[in-house]
């Protein structure tokens, strides 16, 4: 069997975010329904209201308001992996967002955080799950991480940086929109970019070991050019 090198720096940034993560969730759990300062960032950043960044902040977490939305998004996204020959980078995805969207709805149902409240903050759109981790941070991590790390390992086309700056600003202003939105806490989001980020890095880790063995065990053709 082949070893696999990984940076021991990706393990330690996956160690220090689930730990970060756990000690978090346990902070949360024990301060239902939020802790002080999560009211105070929340009034700080909906100071900021204005029908601009209205706008722009449902615009961003608009792709994640809806299972349908979502689903159709990730699709789309295997689709044109598979269609141009990444199979394994379509079924890395498939797998990372499944499996990030099965363990955050199941961590949400077992902490049961409720939402923002329009007695306490501005609420855009009243939801109805439960609040912690921050879901659209989680997914949004996970899916549009992971297509910015294959744009740019992979893709060397003129749109290459148009599509980082795209997704590279929807992983960074998704936390701050669900909050403008009255949707989370900002405890919500610190969670869901903890949880998110060792969940990405886990998928890198498993997209570069699979580049690497298939390198080893590829076969060298007798005469071929070293």
């Known amino acids: 069997m082949n070893e696999v090198s990984v940076p021991r ?6 160690t220090v975010s689930l730990i970060a993560f756990a000690v978090l969730t346990a ?3 024990t301060n239902l329904p939020y802790l002080s300062f999560d009211v105070a960032i929340t009034k700080a950043i909906q100071g900021t209201r204005s029908p601009f960044m209205d706008l722009l902040m449902r ?4 792709s994640g308001d809806y299972i349908l939305y979502a689903s159709v998004l990730v699709l789309a996204a295997i689709l044109v992996l598979l269609m141009t020959r990444c199979w394994r980078e379509a079924i890395i995805l498939l797998v990372v967002v499944v499996f990030a969207q099965t363990l955050k709805t199941g961590l949400k149902e077992t902490i049961g955080r409720p939402r923002p409240t329009p007695e306490v903050v501005h609420v855009d759109k009243p939801v ?3 609040s912690y981790p921050s879901g659209h941070t989680v997914h949004y991590v996970v899916f549009f991480g992971t297509l910015y790390y294959y744009t740019s390992s992979l893709l060397k086309s003129r749109w290459r940086w148009i599509l980082l700056c795209l997704f590279g600003a929807m992983v960074a202003l998704v936390g701050l929109s669900r909050v403008y939105l009255g949707a989370h806490w900002v405890t919500d989001i610190i969670g869901g970019y903890l949880l998110g980020g060792a969940l990405l890095s886990l998928a890198i880790i ?8 298939e390198d080893v065990e ?8 070293q």
Do not use: M
Not at 9 to 14: A, K, Y
Not at 206 to 213: E, F, L, V, Y
Not at 219 to 225: D, E, F, H, S, Y
């Open 218 to 225: 590829r076969p060298v053709t007798v005469g071929a050019p």
């Open 206 to 213: 498993k997209h570069q070991s699979w580049i690497q063995i």
């Open 128 to 130: 109805a799950h439960k």
């Open 59 to 62: 615009f961003i977490s608009f």
């Open 27 to 29: 902070i949360v759990w």
């Open 9 to 14: 720096r990706v393990w330690q940034f996956i």
